[in-house]
């Protein structure tokens, strides 16, 4: 591969005597690992099951390194969204964000979803985590990949960060900033990156960090926690980025946390130079910011690409009780007056007729209690598939209630907050669509469901040819009761069938289909 020669130049100053072995790791081939679903299988139950040669990521409890060989991707378990394959390193971030249940969480830059669905996974269907990604193809795929691993708890919004700090002020426990970086540590993975890369677009994402780290500080409630990531090597994005914060923001403090084998420390005096000169920042500020508590994690010194963390606590503690400050009151409750995008509408203008209807033409009034009619048929069309469908009802879990769009119907998280104005692409888990007197679950819905919950199954395995088949989108000949089915391979949810005869029609997504 040929680096940029200011590239290199810049990492030879820095590295010194560890420049060959860094140098070298680019000959060597990309580590691959993907991340168990708590939601949809127990580790342990997935390494008796599968026949991949798995080995653990020492920083994440559920990450495993693959062989190349296994192609997991081609495994209908991912569709099924047993695992999500992701990069090891970019497994640290959010492992040290410590997410726990009942919490308020913002994954700030999350596409397409990785870290979204690892915090999914230590929250454990309780609280909420609102996930944004400002490119609205990117969200799309980030809402795909929250549905796809059957994740109740979560809103995607299609927002700027300064958008989503206009109406929440100090209102979540954690946020995530895995910021939009140069890319340096991502070359071996993506030429492309390292085609793009120039002196310029460093400073161009160093100064567009500063500007999302200072939305995250406005979000973010007395003693919470920010996690601060990158996959640059550049100190300009890394150690400069936390001290330019700090020195904005004396409020927060680094904290020390562990490192496992192969982290390295932040270098403080990278604060002030290496691109950082004429910041201002002087090293006897810097010494007293405790940048060495920062990490590094370098290709040539463990088993993934290059990455870089940091973990901040705002200083301060908040009352029992403390919600925070919403721009648009409390919760969402089962308002249905939600601006939303992708799944709420069928296209621009039903988006924009929809919008016209719920927020005051001439006739508000009228369309609102219209409105309010559909959405109450909506949710009795609902609990009739709930019970002709379910052994168990999705309303048993803690919830916020039910929430209608156009004829699209959501179970919203408990306390989700009212986001008017926002774009939304999911406000909770899509129950389906309202259709004239009946109702068809969604594959969301599908994919969030367990064996135990449904009264009809199609049991299948993954060495089955129907198995494939169903993901291609074929019919599949079964002899059963007729209705909705929940197709399920290996004991994981795939996806809705409707049998009738002995033909089970296929309700696979077409944009799904391989």
Not at 177 to 192: I, L, Q, T, Y
Not at 224 to 247: D, H, K, Q, W
Not at 329 to 337: I, R, S, W, Y
Not at 495 to 501: D, E, M, R, Y
Request: charged share 25%; aromatic share 10%.
């Amino acid at each position: 591969m040929k680096l940029p020669q200011e590239f290199e130049k810049r990492m030879q100053d820095m590295l010194g005597e560890a420049y060959p072995a860094f140098l070298h790791s680019y000959e060597e081939n990309k580590y691959q690992a993907l991340r168990v679903n708590p939601w949809k299988a127990e580790t342990q139950e997935l390494l008796e099951k599968s026949s991949f040669h798995l080995k653990s990521v020492p920083w994440e409890p559920n990450g495993y390194y693959y062989e190349s060989d296994d192609q997991p991707g081609k495994h209908p378990w991912h569709e099924a969204g047993v695992y999500y394959i992701q990069e090891p390193s970019a497994m640290a971030p959010a492992a040290y964000l410590e997410a726990k249940p009942g919490e308020k969480i913002l994954d700030l830059c999350a596409a397409p979803g990785g870290k979204t669905t690892q915090i999914a996974s230590y929250m454990k269907g309780e609280g909420i985590l609102v996930c944004n990604e400002i490119h609205p193809a990117r969200a799309k795929i980030l809402a795909e990949n929250v549905e796809r691993m059957g994740i109740p708890n979560a809103m995607v919004t299609n927002e700027s960060p300064q958008k989503l700090a206009e109406i929440f002020e100090e209102y979540f426990d954690r946020i995530l900033v895995d910021a939009p970086c140069s890319g340096e540590g991502m070359f071996r993975k993506n030429e492309e990156a390292c085609e793009e890369w120039s002196l310029e677009n460093v400073r161009i994402c160093a100064e567009r960090q500063d500007e999302i780290l200072d939305c995250a500080h406005t979000m973010l409630r007395p003693g919470g926690r920010i996690v601060y990531s990158t996959c640059t090597f550049a100190p300009a994005e890394n150690e400069g980025s936390m001290a330019r914060f700090l020195i904005r923001h004396p409020e927060y403090e680094l904290l020390e946390i562990p490192l496992y084998q192969g982290m390295e420390r932040g270098v403080p005096a990278w604060s002030y130079t290496h691109g950082n000169e004429g910041n201002g920042i002087s090293a006897e500020a810097v010494e007293a910011m405790h940048i060495e508590r920062t990490i590094r994690l370098w290709p040539h010194k463990l088993q993934g690409e290059g990455h870089y963390l940091a973990v901040l606590q705002k200083k301060g503690e908040v009352p029992q009780g403390y919600e925070g400050f919403l721009a648009y009151g409390k919760e969402c409750g089962t308002q249905p007056d939600m601006t939303l995008r992708g799944n709420g509408a069928k296209n621009k203008k039903a988006d924009r007729n929809e919008n016209k209807k719920s927020f005051g033409n001439k006739n508000s009034q009228g369309n609102k209690k219209s409105q309010g009619n559909k959405a109450i048929e909506g949710i009795r069309l609902y609990l009739e598939f709930e019970q002709d469908t379910l052994k168990k009802s999705v309303l048993d879990r803690e919830h916020g209630g039910f929430l209608t769009f156009g004829d699209q119907l959501y179970l919203i998280p408990k306390g989700m907050p009212a986001v008017q104005g926002l774009k939304v692409l999911r406000p909770g888990l899509h129950l389906g669509t309202i259709k004239k007197e009946r109702f068809e679950p969604s594959h969301a819905l599908a994919l969030y469901l367990h064996e135990e919950e449904v009264k009809r199954v199609m049991l299948l395995t993954k060495n089955e040819p129907q198995a494939q088949a169903f993901i291609n989108g074929q019919t599949l000949n079964y002899d059963g009761e007729k209705g909705w089915h929940l197709i399920m391979v290996d004991g994981y949810s795939l996806g809705w069938g409707k049998l009738a005869g002995q033909v089970m029609k296929n309700h696979y997504p077409k944009g799904l289909r391989k």
